[in-house]
């Protein structure tokens, strides 16, 4: 079995030890080789972090699956509570629609109240093509950081919302 190398992954450690020639290799100037490949070393460890960050982020879309996915990797790894829902809350429920006009009794007629079953602004079309649902810890410490990583994955011109979980 073969194992197949990457041309950027480089041990370099490795590299420094295999560049002594066989006859210098004693311990006092390998670590010295070691040391002069430190700054490169470190410099090498942080690129591969940034390629293996810019991988992933290619590898997620806009998409309401792929969006959760990441907002969960990123902010809620273990119980992965985060999820995104419709711009609509709550669907419109009429008892009677106004052509009907049905009169329907709920309170005495001195009370002459109207009863809503829910605010106008949980059953309107709110302008918002997805909510976020997070939970209340990770919305009190990391809000800025949600929005950061929605703006970044959703698609131009898309309107959300993050509200707290219940």
């Known amino acids: 079995m073969t194992i197949l ?7 370099w450690n490795i590299f420094a030890l295999d560049n002594i020639p066989t006859m210098l290799r004693k311990p006092s100037l390998s ?13 090498y460890y942080k690129w591969y972090n940034w390629r293996i960050d810019n991988l992933y982020k290619l ?11 990441s907002l969960n990797d990123k902010f809620d790894i273990v119980e992965r509570r985060i999820y995104i829902g419709d711009g609509q809350i709550h ?16 309170h005495t007629e001195s009370e002459n109240k109207t009863i809503f079953l829910r605010t106008e602004a949980e059953t ?43």
């Open 5 to 11: 190398l990457m041309w950027f992954n480089i041990d």
């Open 31 to 43: 670590a010295f080789a070691q040391l002069l490949l430190k700054p490169l070393n470190s410099l």
């Open 59 to 69: 590898e997620h879309t806009g998409q309401v699956c792929s969006l959760e996915g």
């Open 91 to 106: 669907k419109t429920f009429y008892i009677y629609t106004e052509a009907e006009s049905k009169t329907v009794y709920a």
């Open 124 to 166: 309107a079309d709110t302008g918002l093509d997805f909510i976020v649902f997070v939970p209340e810890e990770i919305y009190n410490s990391q809000i800025y950081a949600l929005h950061a990583h929605i703006k970044f994955y959703k698609s131009g011109g898309k309107r959300y919302s993050i509200f707290i979980d219940e």
